[in-house]
T-cell receptor, first 113, second 119 residues
Framework: DGGITQSPKYLFRKEGQNVTLSCEQNLNHDAMYWYRQDPGQGLRLIYYSQIVNDFQKGDIAEGYSVSREKKESFPLTVTSAQKNPTAFYLC????????????FGNGTRLTVT | AQTVTQSQPEMSVQEAETVTLSCTYDTSESDYYLFWYKQPPSRQMILVIRQEAYKQQNATENRFSVNFQKAAKSFSLKISDSQLGDAAMYFCAYERAGAGGTSYGKLTFGQGTILTVHP
């Protein structure tokens, strides 16, 4: 079955360490996205990519970096510059240039202590 | 910047009854999309319903329907015949449409409403 796989489900890191969250999709979607979810707040867009080797900042990109070397993969690195990295991170994908909805992965819960 | 507001942090409903979740948004755009997403305890985001702003007819999906009031910038979700499986966090979301009504997946979400369904 096609879908989006985020791994791991739970991730723990010490403050000051960079950490990379994985997102893989086999839906053949062109566009991929990273959203962050905090308690009491809705999802906020971190980065998005509409095509391989290209990506744009979302609303809260500071302290994060991404790459899009393959259509299937869109890893997110949470750097030590991110002041409040503990959150739930959701990856999504969609068919570009069509009015298709977002498909979401199951998310990764990152805890930094 | 667009904003989406869900004024009900929590709502509850009896099984088989009807409940309405509220959402208001602020935008200066005329062409956009509105969504309701459901997030159960598994935390998977599931699309419930989508409304295109240029369509006056309210969207429906089985037991789920919306009341879209464009002038009032209001987009409420009605769940009829509520079931235990409807218990979840519900998010309202907005997306500005691109050229030709293209959707780009850049959504602005509300804070969410936790829905509890009592047996």
């Amino acid at each position: 079955d096609g879908g989006i796989t985020q791994s791991p489900k739970y991730l723990f890191r010490k403050e000051g360490q960079n950490v990379t969250l994985s997102c893989e999709q086999n839906l053949n979607h062109d566009a991929m996205y990273w959203y962050r979810q905090d308690p009491g707040q809705g999802l906020r867009l971190i980065y998005y990519s509409q095509i391989v080797n290209d990506f744009q900042k979302g609303d809260i990109a500071e302290g994060y970096s991404v790459s899009r070397e393959k259509k299937e993969s869109f890893p997110l690195t949470v750097t030590s510059a991110q002041k409040n990295p503990t959150a739930f991170y959701l990856c999504a994908s969609s068919i570009q240039w069509q009015n298709s909805p977002l498909h979401f992965g199951n998310g990764t819960r990152l805890t930094v202590t | 910047a667009q904003t989406v507001t869900q004024s009900q942090p929590e709502m509850s409903v009896q099984e088989a009854e009807t409940v309405t979740l509220s959402c208001t948004y602020d935008t200066s755009e005329s062409d956009y999309y509105l969504f309701w997403y459901k997030q159960p305890p598994s935390r998977q985001m599931i699309l419930v319903i989508r409304q295109e702003a240029y369509k006056q007819q309210n969207a429906t999906e089985n037991r789920f329907s919306v009341n879209f009031q464009k002038a009032a910038k209001s987009f409420s979700l009605k769940i009829s015949d509520s079931q235990l499986g409807d218990a979840a966090m519900y998010f309202c979301a907005y997306e500005r449409a691109g050229a030709g009504g293209t959707s780009y997946g850049k959504l602005t979400f509300g804070q969410g409403t936790i829905l509890t369904v009592h047996p």
